[in-house]
C-alpha cells in the first residue's frame, strides 16, 4: 500500500499565483484532513471532509480552498499566495469506521511564497 | 476550547538517558491521547495512544499514562538511542469526527 501521497515534495510560488497541492490515499478512509505545520505553532487544521461530497473548515482555512469529489483524492488549492502562506504541508486520513482513530499522515509539501 | 501544552525544545540528551517530555491537556470532555512522532524530512506517525483514565500506552519502548486528575499524558523512554531523534507532538482527540487538537511539537536530539 502507498498509505498517503502528497505532490509535490517542494513548490516556490510568486505572491499572486495559484497552485494546487495533491494528496491521495488508497486506505478507503473516510476522514482526510489538511494541516499546515509553522515553527513554534505545531499543526492547525485547515480544512476537513468526512466523506466525498463533503467538506468543512478547520482552524485557519482563510486562503485555501478544498473539494472530495472522490474518497481517494482531497485537493487543497491555494487561490492567490501570499507569503504568509509560507509552511509546510500535510495532508493526513483515518478511518471513521475502524474507532482506532490513527491519522496516517503524507509526506509533506515544502511551499515558500516569494 | 481544547488545547495541549508541550514542553519547549529542544531537549538535548545522551545515549541511554531517561527521557521525559512533559505534555498537559485542556478539553471540554473526556478525550483519548496520542503522541505522534515527526523523524526529519518526514510526515508524522502515531507513536502511542489512551483511550481512558490510567491507560498506558506503549511502543518501541515508549510509554505515557492517560492521568485524568492532573490533565496530563507524559511521554518517557528508559534509555534513548540516537535513532530516536525527532520531533514529538502530543495531541488530543475529542468527538467522533477525528478533528485532532496538537501541541507544538517538542525536538528530541540524542547525542552518542
Known amino acids: 500500500n502507498a498509505g498517503v501521497t502528497q505532490t509535490p515534495k517542494f513548490q516556490v510560488l510568486k505572491t499572486g499565483q495559484s497552485m494546487t497541492l495533491q494528496c491521495a490515499q488508497d486506505?478507503?478512509?473516510?476522514?482526510m484532513s489538511w494541516y499546515r505545520q509553522d515553527p513554534g505553532m505545531g499543526l492547525r487544521l485547515i480544512h476537513y471532509s468526512v466523506g466525498a461530497g463533503i467538506t468543512d473548515q478547520g482552524e485557519v482555512p482563510n486562503g485555501y480552498n478544498v473539494s472530495r469529489s472522490t474518497t481517494e483524492d482531497f485537493p487543497l488549492r491555494l487561490l492567490s499566495a501570499a507569503p504568509s502562506q509560507t509552511s509546510v504541508y500535510f495532508c493526513a486520513s483515518s478511518s471513521l469506521s475502524s474507532g482506532s482513530n490513527e491519522q496516517f499522515f503524507g509526506p509533506g509539501t515544502r511551499l515558500t511564497v516569494l | 476550547g481544547n488545547s495541549v501544552t508541550q514542553m519547549e525544545g529542544p531537549v538535548t540528551l545522551s545515549e541511554e538517558a531517561f527521557l521525559t517530555i512533559n505534555c498537559t491537556y485542556t478539553a471540554t470532555g473526556y478525550p483519548s491521547l496520542f503522541w505522534y512522532v515527526q523523524y526529519p524530512g518526514e510526515g508524522l506517525q502515531l507513536l502511542l495512544k489512551?483511550?481512558?483514565?490510567?491507560d498506558k500506552g506503549s511502543n518501541k519502548g515508549f510509554e505515557a499514562t492517560y492521568r485524568k486528575e492532573t490533565t496530563s499524558f507524559h511521554l518517557e523512554k528508559g534509555s534513548v538511542q540516537v535513532s530516536d531523534s525527532a520531533v514529538y507532538f502530543c495531541?488530543?482527540?475529542?468527538?467522533?469526527?477525528?478533528?485532532?487538537?496538537f501541541g507544538t511539537g517538542t525536538k528530541l536530539q540524542v547525542i552518542p
Open positions: 486506505m478507503n478512509h473516510e476522514y
Open positions: 495531541a488530543l482527540l475529542i468527538g467522533g469526527y477525528q478533528k485532532v487538537t
Open positions: 489512551a483511550t481512558k483514565a490510567d
